[in-house]
């Protein structure tokens, strides 16, 4: 189990430092020369110099490179001071160590994803299984209609609707905002409850038909049927073996959705004003700070590859056979 972990991990690793390359290219991908985002409008070919000097650009794109990877891991001196590790550079606009910035706005980003996630995976996969569980009912009628028309609504779309009926006409819920869970744990759990809903509502519907219809195949397969034949429960055989079974392709569908549902959370803090990294990513891409903007690539691409490695390591804890592959 370890040793797939941790092929899994480099594999991984490999990956983020690909994506590295190509973010850190993005500096010669733009036709302006990025160090006159830093200089002011009467830019002299002197103070262009000392910019190119200071933002270390005067030297060869390869060992530009090596100081801005080995500047993550062992930091990096700049004009403005010393940049401790993880070091993602100097913002062109602000002065401010990007990794500072970044992870200001974070943890709600974190907050939303894992939360957006727990809440889908809950209601999704549990509605799916009781829709299996009694096939042909009501039940079962009532979820898969139910599912079928959430899954036709968008996050802009349903956000400012439950933020009318829920926050402004009835008062029921407080307005969407993000209380660090440190601080203030009920502030943060009410703060972003109308977020984490709105944002699961589309994965809720996909899961639940995904995991019905996974479960009635599981029902179906010989060694559920021998299991009953011996006489074992329903409720045992359910539960231990084609529930178990039913999760094999869930996973494979996770980790596929793990991308979408990071942009879910960014446009959910569009929706409801919510300043985390989707907008700390638009900000850098209209002021053309690539600094800022390198290091939410870089931070969201590691979140999703580390979200992704978990999902392997369920993986190999539902099926042992991926473990012996």
């Known amino acids: 189990m370890l040793r797939f972990i941790l092929r899994r991990t480099f594999g991984a690793m490999l990956i983020l430092l690909l994506i590295s390359v190509v973010t850190f290219l993005m500096y010669y991908a733009i036709p302006q020369d990025p160090a006159l985002l830093s200089c002011a409008k009467n830019c002299t070919?002197?103070?262009?110099?000392?910019?190119?000097?200071?933002?270390?650009?005067?030297?060869?794109?390869?060992?530009?490179?090596?100081?801005?990877?080995?500047?993550?891991?062992?930091?990096?001196?700049?004009?403005?001071?010393?940049?401790?590790?993880?070091?993602?550079?100097?913002?062109?606009?602000?002065?401010?160590?990007?990794?500072?910035?970044i992870m200001d706005r974070f943890p709600l980003t974190l907050s939303l994803t894992v939360g957006g996630l727990v809440v889908f995976l809950i209601v999704g996969l549990g509605t799916g299984m009781i829709a299996a569980r009694f096939r042909g009912t009501w039940l079962d009628k009532g979820a898969s209609s139910i599912s079928l028309v959430l899954s036709s609504f968008q996050i802009y779309f349903l956000g400012p609707i439950v933020l009318g009926?829920?926050?402004?006409?009835?008062?029921?819920?407080?307005?969407?905002?993000?209380?660090?869970?440190?601080?203030?744990?009920?502030?943060?759990?009410?703060?972003?409850?109308?977020?984490?809903?709105?944002?699961?509502?589309?994965?809720?519907?996909?899961?639940?038909?995904?995991?019905?219809?996974?479960?009635?195949?599981?029902?179906?397969?010989?060694?559920?049927?021998?299991?009953?034949?011996?006489?074992?429960?329903?409720?045992?055989?359910?539960?231990?073996?084609?529930?178990?079974?039913?999760?094999?392709?869930?996973?494979?569908?996770?980790?596929?959705?793990?991308?979408?549902?990071?942009?879910?959370?960014i446009v959910t803090e569009f929706t409801f004003g919510l300043a985390g990294l989707g907008r700390l990513a638009v900000d850098s891409v209209i002021g053309k700070d690539l600094p800022k903007l390198m290091g939410v690539m870089l931070v969201s691409a590691a979140f999703i590859l580390v979200l992704n490695v978990i999902v392997d390591a369920l993986y190999a804890v539902v099926d042992p056979r991926v473990r012996l592959a």
């Open 45 to 101: 070919p002197d103070a262009l110099a000392i910019i190119h000097k200071n933002l270390g650009m005067d030297e060869p794109l390869p060992v530009q490179y090596w100081k801005f990877l080995s500047g993550i891991f062992v930091g990096r001196d700049f004009a403005v001071g010393h940049c401790p590790a993880p070091c993602f550079g100097v913002s062109f606009r602000d002065q401010q160590m990007v990794w500072d910035t």
């Open 165 to 265: 009926i829920f926050v402004y006409s009835t008062g029921w819920l407080d307005k969407p905002k993000y209380v660090p869970l440190t601080e203030n744990p009920w502030g943060w759990f009410m703060g972003l409850l109308i977020p984490w809903l709105v944002m699961s509502v589309i994965f809720t519907a996909n899961y639940t038909r995904m995991a019905r219809s996974t479960m009635i195949e599981q029902l179906q397969e010989e060694h559920v049927r021998a299991a009953r034949a011996k006489g074992m429960s329903g409720r045992y055989v359910f539960f231990r073996y084609a529930w178990r079974g039913s999760l094999i392709p869930i996973l494979t569908i996770l980790g596929m959705d793990l991308s979408a549902l990071l942009g879910g959370a």
